[in-house]
């Protein structure tokens, strides 16, 4: 059974970065599927992210620009999540999620707070 | 990208009723359409992708159909733990981009 964890801060300052963590279970990153980031905003908006492939290439939505990286440690089983020069238009709900080219497997999702 | 909306937002029905859900494409996607659901406090679900094929688990009164632009999602004879909200999104390459979602209250 796939499952997925994020973990994360909570709360981040304007202007700092945030960093999140995936760890999965039942299910090496390596291989397959796209280890993706999606975002909800308040008001239930989702945004897709980027992704982290199985062969540890990226996809980014360009939405984001040069902000974001998404990396992995593949001994851990962990996929990262990093958002630099965040604002308060940062604040959401965030998942990690897994899938080809939709999303079968969902994490719980971390509410990351931006503000000073 | 690719805008995806979604109509009606909300929507009140009874236990037993049969509801669709419409998503619009603002180009052709073909048949690249997933559907979700997701209840208050959790994370979206994988009902539908491919526009029509039904996730692992998920219940036949659930199905999808369209092509194109223009799909639908139609619930058969609703039950209380179908109450949620939807929301539809593209796979024709990235970025995905997600309708603005459909909630969908007991009457």
């Known amino acids: 059974d796939v499952q997925l964890q994020e973990s994360g801060p909570g709360l981040v300052k304007p202007s700092q970065s945030l960093s999140l963590t995936c760890s999965v279970t039942?299910?090496?990153?390596?291989?397959?599927?796209?280890w993706n980031w999606i975002r909800q905003f308040p008001g239930n908006k989702l945004e897709w992210m980027g992704y982290i492939s199985y062969d540890g290439s990226n996809n980014y939505n360009p939405s984001l620009k040069n902000r974001i990286s998404i990396t992995r440690d593949t001994s851990k089983n962990q996929f990262f999540l990093k958002l630099n020069s965040v604002t308060t238009e940062d604040t959401a709900t965030y998942y990690c999620?897994?899938?080809?080219?939709?999303?079968?497997?969902w994490g719980q999702g971390t509410t990351l707070t931006v503000s000073s | 990208d690719i805008q995806m909306t979604q109509s009606p937002a909300s929507l009140s029905a009874s236990v037993g009723e049969t509801v669709t859900i419409t998503c619009r494409a603002s180009e052709n996607i073909y048949s690249y359409l997933a559907w979700y659901q997701q209840k208050q406090g959790k994370s979206p679900q994988l009902l539908v992708y491919n526009a029509k094929t039904l996730a692992e688990g998920v219940p036949s009164r659930f199905s999808g159909s369209g092509s194109g632009t223009q799909f639908s999602l139609k619930i058969n004879s609703l039950q209380p733990e179908d109450f949620g909200s939807y929301y539809c999104q593209h796979h024709y390459g990235t970025p995905y981009t997600f309708g603005g979602g459909t909630k969908l209250e007991i009457k």
């Open positions: 039942g299910y090496s990153i390596t291989s397959g599927y796209y």
């Open positions: 999620a897994g899938g080809l080219l939709y999303f079968d497997y």
